[in-house]
């Protein structure tokens, strides 16, 4: 199989939306806007095809990362992600994804409400 990022052959990853022939490397995943969830299950899919926030919510204009302060998108998209409580705390995607592996399971928490369920089975959810 060839990567649909980077167009090199043995693509071991592929989307699990039945009907989907899309393979890429896992390395290629983040760069070509695919999800990965380790979590309950290990399950992949392709930029066409991820999960994406279900939460009804726009950042303010200005809205900076909480994580690094930088601002980010005007609206949710892969690489912008909101709280699913609050709906106030916005992060990037690679900021969450670092804050993830720093933190201890029983410390991972919305930086703003300081839920820990609904963001951590969301985030599981997004590949985070």
């Not at 699990?16 to 393979?23: A, I």
């Not at 990037?92 to 369920?117: E, N, P, T, Y």
Request: proline share 4%; with cysteine; aromatic share 8%.
């Amino acid at each position: 199989q060839h990567c649909f990022v980077c167009g090199k052959s043995r693509a071991t990853v592929t989307c699990q939306e039945m009907g989907c022939n899309c393979s890429f490397h896992l390395p290629c995943a983040t760069e070509g806007g695919c999800i990965t969830q380790f979590l309950p299950e290990y399950r992949s899919f392709c930029w066409g095809h991820h999960p994406e926030q279900e939460v009804e919510a726009a950042p303010e204009e200005n809205t900076t990362c909480l994580i690094c302060l930088d601002l980010v998108e005007d609206r949710k998209s892969y690489h912008t992600m909101v709280c699913p409580v609050c709906k106030h705390a916005w992060f990037h995607r690679r900021c969450i994804q670092g804050q993830a592996l720093c933190a201890d399971i029983a410390c991972f928490q919305c930086l703003l409400c300081r839920d820990k369920v609904l963001i951590m089975a969301e985030m599981f959810n997004m590949g985070i």
